[in-house]
């Protein structure tokens, strides 16, 4: 369990307007260039659009990002991703019904979360392809998409759209799992709670839950995640997992250096998985839109899919997700396929990235010696 100091402090700000929220939770930039200046519900259909602005309000009003061009790796064009919603939305391109088998949509004090499984070729990504991470920082510090903007009106006040500062979405050709961050507090700021330098770990262990297989499509309430790769010790501290890299960069003296980074045994689990509670489930999720008016001559292979039905209620717990093993499987999915979900997904990266990783980590411990001094 996390500790309580952490529930109280999210507790007391869940209904406060946006400029009270912590430092850190609420971009100050402008949307970017290729989005609308402010999330736009019933915009039009735009299947060739260059939009990268992210909505995350419910399980049926949401988007991810995906390449803008068939049969993409997504560790080739991180930077050029764009926006595909399960609604008109944002200018945005619009997902097409079938595509996703199944959805949990989780919330928190935190972050609002969603996990998702379908057919995600229909989005255009190399099937496959076991895909990579996005985030609003990249190799560049423009973000991966340049441009991707996130929002959402979980947290706040409930109405006001939320311009979201951290956030990060894991997606391969099959499955993905997106975090924005809402909240913090003095001892887990936004930053660390949609923690993006462990890229390599997928899923289940970045972005802990109720994974399930296919034909789940919900929306719960759910216990905070400790920050990936944060484990909690006897003394109230935590230790902080460091992804290992190791490579040669080139200095401005011209000199190739080589580095090595972060930690040389790797977890094969998260501190713990989160529960969900009070989960309403529906049928299926749909837009309702034609797949001839997207462009679309035949449903995704994950089926096609009718309108959304009306809700039921699970009552009480979902249970805590599988616990995850070290190949990252979860046995509560039923594909033998891997993806976004497990660890190693992740291939794309520049090595400026990496070096920055190195100098970051190389500032940190001089400045720990200099503390201990």
Not at 220 to 227: K, N, S, T
Not at 259 to 281: E, H, K, M, Q
């Given at each position: 369990?996390?500790p ?22 609420i971009?100050t ?10 999330p ?18 419910s399980i ?11 049969n993409?790796?997504?560790g ?22 079938g595509?996703?088998?199944g ?35 990249g190799?560049?510090g ?11 009106k979980?947290g706040?006040?409930g ?7 951290e ?28 923690e ?9 262990f ?7 297989a ?25 230790s902080?997992?460091?992804?290992y ?46 797949l ?24 009480g ?7 995850t ?10 594909s033998?396929e ?6 190693g997904a ?25 503390l201990?001094?």
């Amino acid at each position: 369990m996390l500790p309580t100091l952490l529930f109280a402090a999210a507790a007391s700000v869940l209904s406060v307007r946006a400029a009270d929220l912590p430092a850190g939770v609420i971009a100050t930039g402008t949307m970017g260039t290729t989005n609308p200046p402010v999330p736009t519900m019933g915009t039009a259909i735009n299947q060739k659009s260059m939009a990268r602005l992210l909505t995350l309000d419910s399980i049926d009003d949401w988007c991810i990002y995906a390449p803008p061009d068939p049969n993409s790796v997504i560790g080739d064009t991180e930077t050029e991703e764009v926006a595909w919603c399960m609604k008109p939305r944002n200018n945005a391109r619009v997902i097409p019904d079938g595509t996703i088998t199944g959805v949990s949509f989780l919330k928190t004090p935190f972050y609002v979360q969603i996990l998702g499984n379908g057919d995600l070729t229909a989005l255009n990504i190399k099937r496959g392809d076991q895909g990579g991470e996005l985030d609003p920082h990249g190799q560049f510090g423009a973000g991966n998409p340049i441009g991707g903007n996130v929002t959402t009106k979980i947290g706040g006040n409930g109405s006001e759209d939320l311009n979201i500062e951290e956030w990060m979405l894991f997606i391969s050709y099959n499955q993905f799992c997106i975090r924005a961050c809402i909240n913090a507090n003095s001892t887990f700021d936004a930053a660390h709670m949609c923690e993006h330098k462990l890229d390599v770990m997928g899923c289940e262990f970045v972005m802990p839950g109720t994974y399930k297989a296919p034909g789940t499509f919900e929306t719960c309430d759910a216990d905070v995640a400790y920050p990936p790769g944060w484990y909690p010790q006897p003394d109230g501290s935590f230790s902080k997992f460091e992804q290992y890299f190791t490579g040669v960069y080139t200095g401005g003296d011209g000199n190739p250096t080589a580095y090595t980074v972060g930690d040389l045994v790797t977890p094969t689990a998260p501190a713990f998985i989160p529960s969900s509670s009070n989960c309403v489930t529906v049928p299926t999720i749909s837009n309702g839109i034609a797949l001839a008016d997207l462009g679309v001559t035949s449903a995704p292979n994950g089926g096609s899919a009718g309108p959304t039905g009306s809700p039921s209620s699970t009552g009480g717990a979902a249970g805590g997700g599988a616990s995850t093993s070290g190949s990252g499987a979860s046995a509560g999915t039923s594909s033998t396929e891997t993806g976004a979900a497990n660890p190693g997904a992740r291939v794309a990266g520049t090595g400026l990235e990496f070096v920055g990783i190195a100098i970051v980590t190389l500032i940190a411990s001089v400045s720990a010696i200099g503390l201990l001094h």
